[in-house]
């Protein structure tokens, strides 16, 4: 893969706006990176980059701040939702900072969800070089297998896309259902839910209870805290 975030998603994860809108003022002329005029759509900012857009500077100047949501079912995690559902921003309109989320999870997802104003950061959590665990609790509407677990642990064919080896747990079961743990690495769309379609299941409700060594302790859901400065550490990779 190019290394490197794709100047529109960058201009769009800064907050400015959306990447069809950030593309505009590229083409405009309205970018500069390093001090000159970038017009070019597909370059890709590189750490260090100084990226100027609609005349603000990105991921400079303001304090850098660092939230964990508890996200409840029923919000995207999109700046703004076509369909006019409810988003994960709503949830942070107190924030004073112009927050963005790392990653996403689905509407129908809950958990634990970042958000900073830190586009290094965000980038390095997100790239799927940095390995972070993020921890998944699945509800199943049937037992799982000893066969279908060796294959979610071995890895699926989720359309294209064979996931890496995963550690999968089964933490209770019956004939009726089962509560899974599973860890992944990687962070394709819906990637949970399609592993489990792989083999046969299929996941009624999924939550991220950990990430990066994070977890939600008592967040309530819908609440938002700031993080630590030891968890802060544990996520740039260091211990604290
Ligand atoms: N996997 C999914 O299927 N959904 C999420 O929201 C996150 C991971």
Redesign the pocket.
């Known amino acids: 893969m190019e290394d490197g975030l794709r100047l529109n998603k960058y201009i769009a994860q800064a907050g400015v706006c959306s990447r069809r809108k950030a593309d505009e003022l590229i083409a405009a002329g309205k970018v500069k990176v390093n001090g000159s005029v970038m017009d070019q759509l597909g370059y890709r900012v590189q750490p260090g980059d100084r990226v100027e857009a609609a005349g603000r500077v990105l991921g400079g100047g303001e304090k850098k701040v660092y939230y964990m949501l508890n996200k409840p079912v029923g919000y995207v995690t999109t700046l703004s939702d076509e369909f006019d559902r409810p988003t994960v921003m709503e949830l942070m309109a107190d924030v004073e900072e112009r927050v963005f989320p790392v990653g ?3 509407y129908g ?1 809950s958990g634990l969800l970042l958000f900073t104003n830190d586009g290094e950061l965000a980038y390095q959590l997100t790239h799927p070089s940095r390995q972070i665990d ?1 921890v ?1 609790r699945a509800r199943l509407n049937e037992p799982l297998t000893e066969e279908k677990l060796k294959q979610l642990r071995r890895g699926v064919d989720i359309g294209g896309f064979v996931t890496s080896p995963a550690q999968v747990e089964v933490l209770k079961q019956n004939e009726r259902g089962a509560l899974v743990e599973i860890i992944i690495h990687e ?1 394709k769309n ?5 592993m489990f379609d792989a083999v046969g299941c299929r ?1 009624l409700e ?1 939550e ?1 209870v950990a990430l990066g060594g994070l977890t939600l302790g008592r967040l309530k859901p819908g609440h938002y805290r700031k993080l630590s400065r030891e968890e802060l550490a544990m996520l740039r990779g260091r211990e604290s």
């Open positions: 996403r999870l689905d997802t993020k998944y962070g819906r990637q949970v839910r399609k996941v999924l991220r």
